[in-house]
DNA sequence: GCCCAGATGTTGACATTGTCAACACCGAAA
DNA sequence: TTTCGGTGTTGACAATGTCAACATCTGGGC
């Protein structure tokens, strides 16, 4: 890289703060220090603190999806195995990159802070959804296949966060990579082997 | 109720102002002048703020509670359907008072904040491990027990959130309840109808 | 009745931090 | 050369969590 740009170098220290730190210790003003120019300057590259952290937040989401489309490079494994790649991926963001992850995912920055950010969860569905299809290409009811996604995406977020916040009572911690794959493991043979459950919504 | 005492009156406010606009412009000094007393007497009460979250989150989880065990009481139905009751419960906390739910579950407060948030967490995990027990009373490993459980409620509270912070891509929301349910289904009946994976962490 | 300790409440003060305003510089376009 | 938009800087401010010092009140022991 040649001569980076100062909204870059916002960008850059503010990914490395977080990493390091954690978001809730990031201030403006010290993006600002860090990056060599004062504490206003990050103001003529963004609105606010949060358009400052959404685009932290998808730099995060690119780095997570280029795992994601790594591990499908290729092409070759069952259409079950490629969907677990891609969990697996998500699941490193975590495992590896803790703080950006929350920062990602813990509902700091709100996902339609930013243009950029929504193209990058709407990527990242997309690619979760190719997976889900591949892996029941006898659905034809896209209302189906949608649910599915969302029930799995759900799924896999929802015990990433258990983990995350430490939430599971007695548990030290590790399992997160287990309990989704089980949740993967327990929905495909539910929706391979199962009816489609009769609507209605107990109340 | 008689003479309300000021710390209980301080966590109403704080409860009511939570539910009226969300914990983001909650501050303490508010919830001092209206509970009528001034900005510092919540720390008489509350070490820092974040207990006083805990006592609020608290409150939230007790009412959530209330309603697993309103709609569990006489004992009747399947274990499936008090199972879905429980889940409906949780996400009632959702749909009816969005604020409180995001408070309580979206990790505003660490779960191990105060010791009372601890115990609500505790209680609250033990009635769904009674609940899926119920479905399953062929298990003998309470680690699969376990493992069940935390699946279970780890893909409720994910759907739950997708809704909360809004992130399914074009959705226009609503559609928690259904697709709480359909998790819940392809679940039981992945895991009565299909074998226990194999063990293997794909890496 | 008197005194003291602890609980409770109040105001003053401070540091942090996001953010607005005003000013300075600088290169390019007119 | 003048002007203007982009960039950067410092001053200032309001909001807010929190510490410290002081006031009040209340109950128990002498």
Known sequence: ??????????????????????????????????????????????????????????????????????????GVGSPESRLRAIVNAHLRLLSQHRFLYELVYG?????????????????????????VQACFPEIID????????????GAVRGIAELEMRSQVPGSVGGGVNDWAGEAVSALLVGWKKGPTRPRKTTR
């Open 1 to 74: 890289m040649q001569h980076e740009g100062t909204k870059a170098a916002l960008v850059r220290v503010g990914l490395q703060i977080v990493e390091e730190r954690g978001v809730a210790t990031l201030t403006l003003r010290e993006i600002g220090t860090q990056a060599g120019v004062s504490r206003q300057t990050p103001y003529r590259h963004f609105e606010n603190k949060e358009v400052l952290l959404a685009a932290i937040a998808a730099e995060g989401m690119r780095r997570e999806r280029a795992w994601m489309t790594t591990a499908l490079q290729g």
């Open 107 to 131: 509902g700091i920055v709100s996902k339609s802070a930013t243009p950029e950010l929504q193209q990058e969860a709407i990527a990242t569905f997309a690619l979760l959804r190719g997976a």
């Open 142 to 153: 896209l209302s189906v296949l949608r649910l599915r996604c969302i029930v799995l995406w």
